[in-house]
């Protein structure tokens, strides 16, 4: 079984920070890409950052120079550092891993259960 865990979300005012992490356990054998992805009420989900295991990294427009994603790979955690925050910024955010249980075991990705993160004007 493997589990992805979320923590850091909650209420913050405009222009304040939270940092997200991500802690993956169980019966993995190796990460692949993390990332996280947002879905705000009455929207689609939406990749916010994503991150390789060797560290490259890629994030959508409207987050570039504010958040910063990162990972430990020894922990199997993935963060997502959040600066200047806006109101549209409020979603529940999920991080998504994708890994193989086994030597040569298929890649599936997996879910986070989501974490709150509300910014308000």
């Known amino acids: 079984q493997v589990q992805l865990v979320e923590s850091g979300g909650g209420l913050v005012q405009t222009g304040g920070s939270l940092r997200l992490s991500c802690a993956a356990s169980?019966?993995?054998?190796?990460?692949?890409?993390m990332a996280w992805y947002r879905q705000a009420p009455g929207k689609q989900r939406e990749l916010v950052a994503a991150?390789?295991?060797?560290?490259?990294?890629t994030s959508i427009d409207s987050v570039k120079g504010r958040f910063t994603i990162s990972r430990d790979n020894a922990k199997n955690t993935v963060y997502l550092q959040m600066n200047s925050l806006k109101p549209e910024d409020t979603a529940v955010y999920y991080c998504?891993?994708?890994?193989?249980?086994?030597?040569?075991?298929?890649?599936?990705?997996?879910w986070g259960q989501g974490t709150q993160v509300t910014v308000s004007s």
């Open positions: 998504n891993a994708a890994l193989s249980t086994s030597r040569y075991g298929t890649v599936y990705n997996y």
């Open positions: 169980g019966s993995i054998f190796t990460i692949y890409n």
């Open positions: 991150i390789t295991s060797g560290g490259s990294t």
